[in-house]
């Protein structure tokens, strides 16, 4: 392959809508930092070392994100690009190396791209290890919303493009654990465009381990080369369209399988408020400990539910970005693009799009349903406590009025005993009883008595008769 280069197109979270403005994410400079480690560890470019000094997002060594606000150019430099320098290689040629640092709204990407010199080198695929592609890999550079490796080469048109396409793919990622498998075929500015995806098996559905892959081989001696230095911007934004469709997807999976989970206890909680109350005497301290709970479970279900509507609007703006990125490059190609990109926004984004929507309509009832139970498990802690209070001070004021009524019979009684002047002696058959057993009986009795006026009272009061 001659006029060869390597691509490497990385995006990373900068900032999400939880972030107040000039706040980041935690690890917002990883991109930077594990570029820094890559040239100060395989691709030793003085370039790519110094990186920080040159970025504006760091002063004095340092990550200060608030230095980019107020910046309109997209570039994080304060040059169209920068030059990281060249490095020998044993074959006689050199690798010189380009970067161009962004930053896409709430996202920072880059670009860097190695070429050899002289640029007409041809490079076969024991030559590409020279460019340390494993140094590129989602190991290394880590960015959280995806990456893509992109080779360009020029061969004659007896070449077999579908075996050297095979070939490069798979010694890019020689000696990881990825499998690229090729994904889609097409055209791109006149040369051949093969697409893989080289996922990891550990986690698959995880963006920042995998790698986008796209080689194209120019076999007719289109001008390629041209047309994709025109719809440069395009073509960028679009790779930036297309992994955030496919990081916001993995998150609203992520998040619906946690309402899910949330969801399956609140039926558990349900249960167990059935429980509660199917007894003869409602547990109050359970209904109460379950009332504790569940708020904090709605709060998260909540949360899920709002997140999962973040990302519907999300991937439908993204959508309509990759859209118009790629009626962009359609223009500038003669009309054409990819089959394969248009397939992705018409029907995969599509369908996940439809699909995060539907989980919002399937988890919404569930909302609501936590709300009620929230609202009918306080109404009955609340009757259940109000009766408990009620029978509380009923079983006072009936003991008031009792023990005063006996009071009072038992003083009455008293005075008539202190005017009888005879000792109190033991009951006996020789001892004819005192007169004070006598009042000890009547005051007691006379203590039920008033104890049953209260009662009276208390149910009249509580239950009055209903009027004709």
């Not at 691709?43 to 110094?50: E, S």
Request: hydrophobic content about 35%; glycine content about 6%; some cysteine.
């Amino acid at each position: 392959m001659k006029n060869f280069s390597l691509s490497l197109y990385a995006f990373h979270l900068r900032h999400t809508l939880t972030e107040l403005p000039g706040e980041v994410v935690t690890d917002a400079n990883l991109l930077w930092e594990n570029l820094v480690k890559v040239g100060e560890g395989s691709l030793t470019f003085v370039g790519l070392k110094d990186l920080r000094s040159k970025l504006i997002c760091y002063q004095n060594g340092k990550y200060d994100p608030k230095r980019e606000i107020g910046r309109i150019p997209e570039r994080l430099i304060d040059a169209q690009d920068l030059d990281l320098g060249s490095l020998p290689t044993t074959e006689g040629f050199k690798i010189n190396a380009n970067l161009q640092p962004f930053l896409l709204n709430d996202t920072y990407a880059v670009d860097l791209t190695l070429v050899p010199e002289p640029s007409d080198t041809p490079i076969d695929i024991p030559q590409l290890q020279h460019f340390k592609p494993s140094s590129l890999l989602p190991s290394n550079i880590q960015a959280s919303l995806g990456q893509t490796l992109s080779i360009y080469g020029e061969v004659d048109p007896s070449e077999d493009c579908d075996t050297l396409a095979e070939k490069l793919a798979i010694a890019l990622v020689a000696g990881t654990n990825l499998n690229p498998v090729r994904t889609q075929q097409g055209e791109l500015f006149g040369s051949l465009l093969f697409e893989y995806q080289a996922l990891d098996p550990d986690e698959p559905d995880n963006p920042a381990k995998q790698c986008h892959i796209l080689i194209i081989i120019n076999n007719s001696q289109a001008a390629t080369a041209t047309l994709a230095t025109k719809a440069y911007d395009w073509l960028l934004n679009l790779l930036c369209s297309y992994h955030k469709i496919l990081y916001i997807y993995q998150q609203a999976r992520q998040r619906y399988r946690e309402a899910r989970t949330i969801y399956s206890n609140l039926e558990n909680k349900i249960q167990k408020f059935n429980s509660l109350i199917s007894k003869n005497k409602t547990q109050l301290s359970g209904l109460k400990s379950l009332m504790g709970e569940i708020p904090k479970k709605s709060f998260d279900y909540t949360r899920c539910l709002q997140d999962l509507q973040t990302h519907h609007t999300a991937i439908t703006t993204n959508i309509t970005n990759y859209r118009i990125c790629l009626d962009k490059i359609q223009t500038i190609d003669s009309g054409n693009s990819p089959q394969s990109w248009q397939d992705f926004i018409n029907k995969g984004s599509k369908k996940w799009q439809e699909q995060i929507q539907t989980h919002i309509n399937y988890l919404t009832p569930g909302q609501e349903l936590f709300g009620q139970l929230v609202d009918t498990i306080r109404g009955i802690v609340e009757t259940e406590q109000t009766e408990r209070d009620r029978s509380l001070e009923n079983t006072i004021q009936v003991l008031g009025i009792g023990f005063g009524g006996g009071a009072i019979a038992s003083g009455i009684i008293v005075q008539h005993i202190d005017k009888i002047n005879q000792p109190l002696t033991v009951i006996s058959p020789n001892n004819p009883p005192h007169p004070f057993y006598a009042s000890l009986l009547l005051s007691v009795l006379a203590t039920f008595f008033f104890i049953g006026i209260g009662w009276l009272i208390t149910k009249r009061q509580y239950h009055p008769r209903d009027k004709n």
